[in-house]
């Protein structure tokens, strides 16, 4: 299952010691790991919540595949628009999850405030439309 995960600079940076194997751990105030199934939805994350809201405003997308059969036992959850889906798994789990990470994470795309000067809402191009609508 390929999946993506917004991030900010200083996961990306604990991504980096692991060399781009593994996620590091939750904060104890954070449940669940939650990346996400569609690129347009973390591209979005990160342009308006990880750009907004990091001390050095940037964001990024990064990519990954975790195996199929393991990644079915989690839920999906619909968090939004058709295209918000989320893989839930439990905090407890992430060590083992990054144990199921086919190859390494990727990233993508990069964001920051610079890139962003005309607002989110003049480009909403990198969202998907639903069964072609334009």
Request: aromatic residues 14%.
């Amino acid at each position: 299952m390929v999946l993506y995960r917004p991030v900010g600079t200083e996961e990306l940076e604990l991504i980096k010691e692991s060399g781009y194997s593994a996620f590091p751990p939750r904060l104890p105030e954070q449940p669940i790991f939650y990346p996400v199934l569609d690129e347009s939805y973390a591209v979005e994350i990160a342009k308006v919540w990880n750009v907004k809201y990091n001390h050095d405003h940037k964001g990024y997308v990064t990519k990954f595949q975790v195996e199929d059969a393991y990644a079915s036992q989690f839920e999906v959850h619909q968090v939004g628009d058709f295209y918000h889906q989320e893989l839930w798994v439990p905090a407890g789990e992430l060590e083992e999850f990054n144990r199921h990470i086919v190859g390494k994470i990727e990233i993508v795309k990069e964001f920051t405030e610079q890139v962003l000067s005309c607002s989110v809402k003049c480009d909403r191009s990198y969202l998907p439309t639903k069964d072609g609508e334009e």
